[in-house]
């Protein structure tokens, strides 16, 4: 039988109410395009909420962040809300999370659809250093079906201060530097993110075009990691610089 989406939207939406962002009847019987249409069903919900939509992420894009998760292709979910570097969170204000450095990218025009990776580099006007943040509300792992229904993990995002993108800025060759209290923990490349950040916005406009969706002139894009995913505990400080583009900091109070 085939599955009543807008009853599954329903459920999920009325067990989020509750702080269940994973409702366990729903274990294994979601498949991907289900899961996506549930995610775009319960983000429409909170636009009608009040909410506003400004942009997209992109995950799974690393090889880092998916072996670390188990999953073998990029996947999207929506942004909702952003902040600005120097951010400090309080403890108990996100549910167990974590962060990703990554390149966020303003788009200037509209995109739709099959798009080349030239269409996408002309696209993009502004690029911003970023984190994304995260929580972790259910088993992501076990059940990646039912976190792209809940919006693939999405937070916020913590912008640092946007540049223009420079012509002659190889997006592939951005190299990150991430410290936590002081100490680098991880480095990594443009390169990691799909070959190319920019590759991150075609992959989108393709498969927003699959649930008639489209990127819109204003959007910000989060393109995807440059490393693995690091959890956020109290008292963490953390920065990450991106050479050629800049810096982006965020905390969590002790």
Not at 120 to 139: C, F, K, N, Q, S
Not at 196 to 203: D, F, G, L, T
Request: aromatic share 8%.
């Amino acid at each position: 039988m085939a599955l009543d989406i807008q009853a599954a939207i329903d459920s999920f939406w009325q067990a989020a109410q509750c702080g269940e962002y994973f409702p366990p009847d729903w274990y294994d019987k979601l498949d991907l395009d289900a899961a996506y249409r549930i995610q775009l069903g319960l983000i429409e919900r909170r636009l009608a909420r009040g909410e506003r939509r400004i942009g997209w992420k992109v995950g799974l894009t690393a090889p880092a962040i998916q072996q670390q998760f188990g999953f073998h292709e990029p996947v999207f979910g929506c942004i909702l809300q952003r902040d600005e570097t120097g951010r400090v969170f309080r403890p108990g204000e996100l549910i167990k999370p974590g962060f990703e450095p990554e390149l966020c990218l303003r788009i200037g025009r509209n995109l739709s659809g099959s798009i080349t990776p030239e269409a996408a580099r002309a696209a993009i006007d502004m690029v911003y250093p970023a984190l994304e943040i995260i929580e972790t509300r259910g088993p992501f792992t076990e059940q990646i079906a039912l976190a792209l229904a809940d919006n693939a993990q999405q937070k916020t995002v913590v912008l640092g201060a946007g540049v223009a993108l420079p012509p002659g800025l190889a997006l592939d060759r951005v190299e990150a530097s991430v410290a936590i209290n002081g100490a680098t923990v991880a480095t990594g490349r443009g390169d990691a993110v799909l070959g190319n950040p920019a590759n991150s916005v075609v992959w989108l406009a393709g498969k927003l075009g699959e649930y008639g969706c489209s990127l819109k002139a204003g959007d910000i894009i989060m393109s995807g990691s440059f490393t693995r995913q690091f959890p956020i505990a109290a008292g963490d400080r953390i920065r990450v610089a991106f050479a050629g583009v800049g810096t982006v900091e965020t905390a969590m109070s002790a």
